[in-house]
């Protein structure tokens, strides 16, 4: 059974503060990784990766997939309160499968 | 529509009732996806549709979990008979057929549903 393991479960810093979330995976046929950034009900597509060791960076955040040691991370430099949010991880399984296993999630607030 | 609609967007309901759960994809997205968010966890495949193939049920807790989409487009999740755990946060996304993994799914802001 794939899995996808998410850390921390929570984390609270102030605005400012760079942090580093970590998702590990154990899959049996693995195509990519997705970042999804979920405030109140619906996830919003963050970062998709593919190969190992090539950053995706989108303004404060990037994100980076080694897949020889199966993990990902996800980095927030200079944290502001609008990144208070749930961070999903998830992987997409190659062959004919359609649906992604999802982490826990990681609950960041970032204090003013 | 521009994006994915789910109705109602909260639903409480007593235990051993039925619920019907809607979900409007956006249009030209042929695939789509019902996922469950338990407090705390992440999101639980539940059921997939892809045009007019087959629907890949695997993900159904058990059979009073049904879902049907209609016409390639509207979808609805019905809970036979609820218990209280089935208590959580039902998403809908939809995606492209082609290339439409992951970067492409587009989910909706989900129904949240509290069984008493």
């Known amino acids: 059974e794939d899995k996808v393991v998410q850390s921390p479960l929570s984390l609270v810093v102030h605005e400012g503060d760079t942090v580093t979330l970590n998702c590990s995976y154990e899959?049996?046929?693995?195509?990519?990784l997705l970042w999804y950034k979920q405030e109140k009900k619906a996830p919003t597509f963050l970062f998709m990766l593919?190969?190992?060791?090539i950053e995706k960076k989108s303004g404060r955040l990037s994100s980076i997939l080694d897949k020889k040691e199966l993990f990902s991370i996800l980095n927030i430099t200079a944290t502001q309160t609008g990144d208070s949010a749930i961070y999903l991880c998830?992987?997409?399984?190659?062959?004919?499968?359609?649906?992604?296993?999802f982490g826990s999630g990681t609950q960041l607030t970032v204090l003013p | 529509g521009a994006g994915v609609s789910q109705s109602p967007s909260n639903k409480v309901t007593e235990k051993g009732k039925d619920v019907e759960l809607r979900c409007d994809p956006i249009?030209?997205?042929?695939?789509l996806y019902w996922y469950r968010q338990s407090l705390g966890q992440g999101l639980e495949f539940l059921i997939y549709?892809?045009?007019?193939?087959?629907?890949?049920k695997s993900g159904l807790p058990s059979d009073r979990f049904s879902a049907e989409r209609t016409g390639g487009s509207v979808s609805t999740l019905t809970i036979q008979r609820t218990q209280q755990e089935d208590s959580a946060v039902y998403l809908c996304?939809?995606?492209?057929?082609?290339?439409?993994?992951?970067?492409?799914?587009?989910f909706g802001s989900g129904t949240r549903l509290t069984v008493v």
């Open positions: 996304a939809s995606s492209l057929a082609v290339g439409g993994l992951g970067y492409g799914y587009t």
């Open positions: 899959v049996t046929n693995f195509r990519s």
């Open positions: 593919t190969s190992s060791g």
């Open positions: 998830a992987v997409v399984p190659s062959g004919s499968a359609r649906q992604l296993t």
């Open positions: 249009s030209g997205h042929t695939a």
């Open positions: 549709f892809q045009g007019n193939s087959a629907p890949d």
